[in-house]
T-cell receptor, first 114, second 111 residues
């Protein structure tokens, strides 16, 4: 595996379910990011981790809970989501936080909340 | 408030033509302006980027033009090919190292 991988690629969940999205980067980067991509909207930065420490949390609802156990793995735990949370969730990584413009993105997880 | 405004939302170009996508911003503290290309089923990928002290940057068929006084920058794709069909995002970096993205332009290049 190379680059940034995300699993699952597609997820359908009910509003009462609990699920997790997984991201893994094989680039030796120190910074990892979660973004939300909705149609006709700018990419929304959700969380930033630098060396496994959260450095940015963009007023994301608590039903989204990130976890970064090491610099290669990033999770997004989901619970009691709303239909408006349906979107493409992208993970990205960069060498350092200050090289955010050189992010490498994963293919995303297409989430549908029913 | 949208900090980076991108237009058009969609663009159809004939093969061999020039594709032009425009972005405008308000925040003069932005210090780096990348463009990303996203194919269906893939994440965005960095295509080309420019700093505000440069007026133009060219990489192959892709050129960024930057107008600091007008606070505008644009992506030009010369000799557009069907393989260029994708969604293009402009972005700007804040002093906080955060990227602010435009809303995207879906480009379709027809043979």
């Amino acid at each position: 595996e190379t680059g940034v991988t995300q699993t699952p690629r597609h997820l359908v969940m009910g509003m009462t379910n609990k699920k997790s999205l997984k991201c893994e980067q094989h680039l030796g980067h120190n910074a990892m990011y979660w973004y939300k991509q909705s149609a006709k909207k700018p990419l929304e930065l959700m969380f930033v981790y630098s060396l496994e420490e959260r450095v940015e949390n963009n007023s994301v609802p608590s039903r989204f809970s990130p976890e970064c156990p090491n610099s290669s793995h990033l999770f997004l735990h989901l619970h009691t989501l709303q239909p408006e949370d349906s979107a493409l969730y992208l993970c990205a990584s960069s060498q350092e936080v200050n090289r955010v413009y050189e992010q490498y993105f994963g293919p995303g997880t297409r989430l549908t909340v029913t | 408030q949208q900090q980076v405004k991108q237009s058009p939302q969609s663009l159809i170009v004939q093969k061999g033509g020039i594709s032009i996508i425009n972005c405008a911003y308000e925040n003069t503290a932005f210090d780096y302006f990348p463009w990303y290309q996203q194919f269906p089923g893939k994440g965005p990928a960095l295509l080309i980027a420019i700093r505000p002290d440069v007026s133009e940057k060219k990489e192959g068929r892709f050129t960024i033009s930057f107008n600091k006084s007008a606070k505008q920058f644009s992506l030009h794709i010369m000799d557009s090919q069907p393989g260029d069909s994708a969604t293009y995002f402009c972005a700007a970096r804040e002093w906080t190292d955060k990227l602010i993205f435009g809303t995207g332009t879906r480009l379709q290049v027809f043979p």
